[in-house]
Structures are given as structure tokens and as C-alpha cells.
């Protein structure tokens, strides 16, 4: 297998075997793979000319209206097209595109710099990816499904027949539709799941009205419907990540051209925006004042077991406590790099969850990591000048922790 990317620093990186992003299992798998061979990356297109499938990976960010911009897709097209060998290349688009993409965009495109034609000498699908960051590995081998969008019968049986040597002993459910079917899938299950995560933390702030109510209790009450379907329904601090945020615009901003309502994923859209607002004016009510107090914040990333933090809600949250003028001082376990590239000298920085809350007269969590779970009730009451938690992820348990520190969380009534 031959990765291929422009970027000449992230192809060395991943041959000397350091992946360049955080997730567990990864550095191990990429050495393995490199060592016995079956992986190297080049920045050299034409090393593509014996490829049977192509894949295209690569970014499709937002642009201003919500919708996507296309030129790194093109410019990996035209590369792409220009060594295409063999009898009958199959390249598969990955990428996350709007709706007619493959079909208007990259198809035209692929055979004008190919000469080729799909479905003659050269194969096109559309094969969105469905994993999630943090549990990549998982989700590549034991996914949940398999979508295959072809225009042509050769591209889309090719494709399924690679699927089911690879999934040999998992054979998970294959879709097979057209190309513009499979690029709505992708958008419409992630609309889906971010509407989840909008619903779910609504709820939470209703059960935060009703003294004793509990919105884990009533998550987990909702999901043994299995209309409703107990996972993502985690309040929370909001979605973050570089998909909900985007695909939810893009959406929006093609169902808009298209002259359909797009009411329901505004209102997903405003309801994330505003959880940041909401756990901000909770946090300013209970601690008396945000001003010159000292934050703790405790995770970073857009959500456990990933260093990234596009779109995180930390970002958002942080922004807004320093606005209130509240001295902030952040710790994440693996995404303090990224986060100094973005906030730079406006936090301070602490080694540790430990160091982060010497001294501090709140503690707000904001990403699940398992590590702040641990923390117990003495280590809150002994290194803190006021123990007041806020809790927007709900992983510490509020009975554990007694009455030496005083507890807040997403969803609890009081
Ligand atoms: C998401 C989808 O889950 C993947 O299926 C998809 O392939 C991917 O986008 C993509 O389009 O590439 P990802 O963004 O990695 O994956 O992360 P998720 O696990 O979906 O979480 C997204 C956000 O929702 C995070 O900020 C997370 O904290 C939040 N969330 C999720 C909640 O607040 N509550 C939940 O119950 C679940």
C-alpha cells in the first residue's frame, strides 16, 4: 500500500513510522506496516501508475457560505489522472462531497486527464467513510456498514468484491446505490447524529430545571427504546470535530440552493452554539462572577482519545471565559500542542489535571478523558481555593463525591 500526500513533512513523518495525529494503536500498526513493508509514503504521483484502487482521502473544508471547497479534491483528481495504469484503475472518493460531486465534478475531470472512460478503462465510486477519530482502527475493521455509489456495474462490482476479501471473516452489511445516493448517506448520518447530540443536550438543560432530575437517567431510560437507540445521546458541551460542524453547513447550504426548509439543521446548528453559551452563564451563576477567578479546564480535544481540536467546544468556552476576564488555565493529556498553535500566551498552560487545579476556584471538565474520572474528591477539596466542579461531560458521579466540593454537571437538576 503506497500513501500518498503533497505535504512533504507529514510523508516523511509517517515513513520513519510517527503517525501525525493522536490515536492509541496507531503508532504501533503504522511501524508494523512499515517494517514488513506493506506500507510506504511518497509525495511522487507517478508511484500510483501499477495502483488498482485509489483512494481519495483528502480535505473538503468549509468555505463562507457553508459549503465545501473543492480544490484539493481537484488538484488530487488531476494528479491522479495523469499516471492512471492498467486495464481498469479504480479510484474511490473517499472525501466527503456534496451530492452530484463524483458524478458533475470528479468524473468529468478523471477522464478528461486519464483519456479514459468510466466503465470502459477505468473504474469510479463513490465510498464515503463512516469511522470516527479516536476509535479509527475499530471502525476501519469492524464497521458498522459499507457504502458503494457506482454509476457503472464493473466499478461498483469491483468494489464490493475488494470489500468482501478484506472483510473475509466480518462481511459487514454493503449498500450498493449510485454515486449521488452514497453522498447523501454521509451527509444525512452525520445531520443525524449531531441532531442527536443537539436533542439530547436540550433535554439536559430542561432536566436542569427539575430539581432531582437527571438526564443520564433519562438518556439511558430513552435508549432501551430501540427506536430510539441508546449511543449518542451524551449531553454534553456540544458537538466539535471537523465533520458535524462542516457536514451539518454543507447540508444546509445544498438543501438551501436546492430550495428545501432547512430549519430542523439550523436549529441543530444554533442549539450547539449555544451549549458553549449555556455552560459559560452557568458557570458565571454558580461561581458569583467569572472575573479575576482562576478556571481550571480540564480536556481540550473535541471529545476523549484524539488530540484534535478543530471546532472543539473548548476552544469556544475558553474564549468566552477570557472575555469575562477569567484567568484560565488549560490541561489536556495529548492536545496541548495543538492548542498552544491556537491559543497561544492567552492561558496558561499546567503539566498536569493535578497542576491545573492548585489554587483555582473552579474546575471545568470538558473533555471525557478517563484519567479525570479518577480524580477523587480530596484531590478537588485539597488543591483547590474553592472546589466548585463543573462538570459538562459527565464522568465524575456525583454521590462518590460527597460534600466537600460542590458540584455542578450538564443535565442535573438542582
Ligand atoms: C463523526 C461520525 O461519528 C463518523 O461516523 C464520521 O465518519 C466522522 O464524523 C466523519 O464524518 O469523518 P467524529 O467527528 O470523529 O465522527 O466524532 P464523533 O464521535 O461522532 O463525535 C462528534 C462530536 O459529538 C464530539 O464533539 C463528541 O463529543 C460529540 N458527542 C458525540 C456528544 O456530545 N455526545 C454524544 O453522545 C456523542
Not at 396 to 404: T, V, W, Y
Request: hydrophobic share 40%; charged share 25%; glycine share 10%.
Amino acid at each position: 500500500m503506497v500513501g500518498i500526500d503533497v505535504d512533504e513533512d507529514k510523508v516523511r513523518a509517517l515513513n520513519a513510522g510517527k503517525p501525525t495525529v493522536y490515536e492509541k494503536g496507531v503508532s504501533s500498526l503504522l511501524r508494523r506496516a512499515s517494517s514488513c513493508g506493506r506500507f510506504s509514503g511518497t509525495t511522487h504521483f507517478k508511484e500510483l501508475a501499477d495502483a488498482k484502487l485509489i483512494f481519495i482521502c483528502v480535505g473538503t473544508p468549509s468555505v463562507e457560505d457553508g459549503g465545501i471547497d473543492l480544490s484539493v479534491v481537484e488538484s488530487a483528481i488531476r494528479s491522479v489522472g495523469g499516471v492512471l495504469g492498467g486495464k481498469f484503475p479504480l479510484v474511490v472518493m473517499k472525501s466527503t462531497v456534496i451530492p452530484g460531486t463524483t458524478a458533475n465534478k470528479v468524473k468529468p475531470l478523471l477522464e478528461r486527464r486519464s483519456g479514459r472512460k468510466v466503465g470502459v478503462n477505468l473504474g469510479l465510486c463513490s465510498n464515503p467513510e463512516f469511522l470516527r477519530e479516536g476509535s479509527a482502527i475499530r471502525d476501519t475493521l469492524f464497521p458498522d456498514r459499507v457504502v458503494v455509489g457506482a454509476e457503472d456495474g464493473r466499478s461498483g462490482r469491483e468494489m464490493i468484491s475488494f470489500y468482501k476479501r478484506f472483510y473475509a471473516k466480518h462481511t459487514p452489511p454493503i449498500v450498493l446505490t449510485d454515486l449521488g445516493t452514497a453522498e447523501m448517506i454521509k451527509y444525512a448520518g452525520n445531520a443525524f447524529l449531531a441532531m442527536k447530540v443537539s436533542y439530547i443536550n436540550t433535554i439536559a438543560r430542561i432536566c436542569e430545571k427539575i430539581p432531582g432530575s437527571d438526564i443520564e437517567v433519562v438518556a439511558q431510560a430513552i435508549g432501551l427504546d430501540p427506536r430510539v437507540g441508546g449511543r449518542f445521546l451524551q449531553a454534553g458541551p456540544g458537538y466539535g470535530g471537523s465533520c458535524f460542524p462542516k457536514d451539518v453547513s454543507a447540508l444546509i447550504s445544498f438543501a438551501r440552493r436546492k430550495g428545501v426548509d432547512t430549519s430542523l439543521f439550523e436549529a441543530v446548528q444554533d442549539i450547539n452554539t449555544s451549549q458553549a453559551v449555556h455552560v459559560i452563564s452557568s458557570l458565571g451563576r454558580l461561581s458569583g462572577g467569572l472575573e479575576g477567578k482562576i478556571v481550571a479546564v480540564l480536556g481540550l480535544a473535541f471529545k476523549a482519545e484524539t488530540d484534535d481540536i478543530r471546532s472543539a467546544p473548548s476552544i469556544r468556552i475558553i474564549d468566552a471565559l477570557l472575555l469575562r476576564k477569567a484567568r484560565v488555565r488549560v490541561y489536556d493529556p495529548v492536545a496541548m500542542e495543538n492548542t498552544r498553535k491556537v491559543l497561544r500566551d492567552r492561558v496558561t498552560y499546567s503539566r498536569s489535571a493535578k497542576e491545573s487545579l492548585k489554587g483555582a476556584d473552579v474546575c471545568l471538565i470538558l473533555t471525557e478523558w478517563k484519567e479525570f474520572s479518577r480524580l477523587t474528591p480530596g484531590v478537588f477539596s485539597k488543591l483547590m481555593r474553592r472546589p466548585l466542579i463543573y462538570d459538562a461531560r459527565r464522568i465524575l458521579e456525583s454521590r462518590k463525591l460527597g460534600k466537600s466540593v460542590q458540584y455542578h454537571a450538564i443535565g442535573l437538576g438542582s
